[in-house]
């Protein structure tokens, strides 16, 4: 059975339906031309795209603030169950073992940098979206928060 090793928590604000994932060097030291989170074409309904350093992940609001849990495993972890989650296993390579979050126009303040740990690897990853409150932002009359929550798993394999 996998065990979790560590984990951080935080906010993130989600923009335009999206918020990302990003290794602490992003583009730096990759080939001209790479990829980039902004390169990413999702298909409609899919819940995160990833490259080299970095991830987008997609919302099902347009803009809100959602809690986001990073957790590193020494395995895989359990799936998720239940009709309020939505998930997705993929791939992310992260050049310097550290990650953090950022809104899809960059301007996020706050999020911890997270130690995965091993430099130069590719993590098996699991985005997991769990609904948490209305499902149409228009029925709130306050705040666009507690909508949705976010886990974000990582695991050598």
Not at 63 to 76: S, T
């Amino acid at each position: 059975m996998s065990r979790l090793v560590r984990s951080i928590s935080g906010e993130i604000g989600i923009e335009n339906w999206e918020f990302l994932l990003l290794d602490v060097e992003g583009a730096s030291g990759l080939p001209e031309g790479s990829v980039t989170p902004w390169d990413i074409k999702f298909e409609p309904g899919q819940l995160a795209g990833t490259c080299v350093n970095g991830a987008i992940i997609s919302s099902d609001h347009p803009e809100h603030d959602a809690d986001v849990v990073l957790e590193l495993w020494d395995g895989e972890p359990s799936k998720p169950t239940g009709a309020d989650v939505k998930f997705l296993d993929c791939e992310f390579t992260s050049t310097s073992g550290r990650v953090t979050l950022d809104t899809s126009m960059g301007d996020a303040e706050g999020f911890e940098v997270f130690d995965l740990g091993q430099l130069h690897t590719t993590w098996k990853l699991r985005v997991i979206r769990r609904y948490i409150g209305p499902g149409n932002p228009a029925d709130l009359t306050e705040t666009f928060e507690g909508l949705e929550s976010f886990l974000i798993q990582f695991w050598a394999e």
